[in-house]
């Protein structure tokens, strides 16, 4: 069972980092341009939110396979998301270095994906109520 988890959640971080250079040399520079910045943001919130499935389903996996199951129903009690602290120490107590890596740098992108897209959406937003404009 743990074989097939681990693709499948290897599979889904290879998908965030190509979706990561994706959002990089498209969709930011797409954000550039006021016709195209509304769409761009809305891909951008929404590869943050897939970030974010990732890193909770690789925190999963982590908590679980060198664990058990008791650390991993602690995490999920505390409102689902404590299940990614909790990998982060997995990580780190195991020295897994490149799964903590993993979870730092995921996390704060699936964050700052959203946090940033949904800053664009409300300024393009608010810039076309202000102006008129409906394109």
């Known amino acids: 069972m743990q074989t097939w988890l681990w693709n499948f959640f290897n599979t889904l971080m290879d998908l965030s980092f190509l979706l990561f250079f994706l959002n990089v040399l498209i969709f ?5 341009f006021k016709k195209t910045r509304l769409f761009a943001a ?3 919130v929404w590869s943050g939110w ?16 060198y664990w058990g199951v008791t650390p991993l129903v602690i995490g999920l009690l505390i409102f689902g998301v ?10 780190i107590a195991n020295g897994l ?3 903590l890596f993993e979870l730092l740098f995921g996390s704060s992108i699936a964050i700052l994906s959203q946090q940033l897209g949904r800053i664009m959406i409300y300024k ?6 202000n102006n008129g404009s409906e394109d």
């Open 82 to 91: 404590g299940v990614v602290p909790m990998g982060i120490i997995v990580t």
């Open 42 to 44: 809305d891909k951008i």
């Open 124 to 129: 393009e937003l608010f810039d076309r109520r």
């Open 97 to 99: 270095w490149f799964g």
């Open 28 to 32: 930011w520079p797409l954000c550039i």
């Open 50 to 65: 897939f970030f974010g499935v990732s890193i909770w389903g690789m925190s999963v996996f982590y908590t679980y396979n």
